[in-house]
């Protein structure tokens, strides 16, 4: 996605050659118009399936989430982190382990909100390891709902997240691809290098 | 907002006299296309301020918080939420007492996102006691905006937030005021008592 990606080139802060930081747009502040478009492409790459939920992790997947059920105008849910659940009654919930705080937190989601007649597509914001996103199919699995795939805003194609998700033989759809963030400048998968 | 107290009616869950769950449509599952209409409620209410920022509280005020955004064609800002800060270089930052969880948490947002030659419009989903507007205030405050005022989804007019923020000088504009949750029912400001 184009729109993106060059909002990634102008915004885009390295913090080192593995961190990317977005905050001026996704993680902290968010430009609405540009999560509107992200949304827009989301439904569009989904087209295939009929979905009927779509499932985010707070906080940076609520916004271009919100704007994918918007436009398909079908409810989402956001997943909760937790230090640790002490009540795990009418709830899914699954362990993930943050490579970058060093930490695990359980995620989860309400009973209530996803059952086996769902077709959900699985949105956030970073692919980096996969941890997130493979707990987010954890807990679709466990409801029993149709998996339609996995939506990204930027996926970070040199750790290891997308293969461990297509491995578990899941779609992933990433909106920009990041191949390398090395010498200082963003390098997109499919570009030429300079 | 007649629509949404249609959805408070239809879809709160009374879990005490103090307590009203909306999990179905903003607190956990998300509504999108009544946030959408929310945000619209509010750009009404406050298009006599040029408001050139959003400002909100991660996670359940940043999907009404993301459509205002959107409809008025300006970034949102959501503070984030920490048990406490150990940096806080670069950073606005409140406390913020919850009556609820009984902890206190610090809010923050970087100053690289709000500055003195924006006006701002808070905005959070639920009024209490006000605590966490008050926050955002004190936040708005410290980095010299102006403060167009604070909206709100839902206000618990029985509770002392909304008197508590109108005493600091700023207008609050409440889509639904809850004035009443006794006798297992949602009594609006301004409803016939039956």
Do not use: C, W
């Amino acid at each position: 996605m184009e729109l993106l990606k060059e909002k990634i080139r102008q915004e885009g802060k390295l913090l080192s050659e593995e961190v990317l930081k977005v905050d001026s747009f996704l993680n902290h502040q968010i430009d609405p118009v540009l999560m509107y478009e992200i949304g827009k492409e989301f439904v569009s790459r989904f087209s295939d399936h009929n979905i009927t939920k779509i499932v985010t992790i707070e906080s940076s997947g609520i916004a271009p989430a919100a704007m994918a059920g918007l436009i398909l105008g079908v409810p989402v849910v956001f997943a909760r982190k937790r230090k640790s659940l002490t009540l795990t009654d009418h709830l899914y919930s699954a362990k993930v382990y943050s490579f970058t705080k060093k930490e695990t937190n359980d995620i989860s989601v309400s009973k209530d909100f996803i059952s086996n007649e769902d077709t959900v597509l699985l949105i956030d914001d970073f692919l980096a390891n996969g941890q997130a996103a493979l707990g987010l199919i954890d807990i679709a699995q466990q409801s029993g709902a149709t998996i339609a795939g996995v939506g990204i805003v930027i996926e970070k194609s040199f750790q290891t997240g997308a293969d461990l998700i297509r491995q578990a033989g899941v779609r992933v759809e990433s909106l920009a691809e990041v191949q390398s963030l090395q010498n200082g400048k963003v390098q997109f998968v499919g570009e030429e290098t300079i």
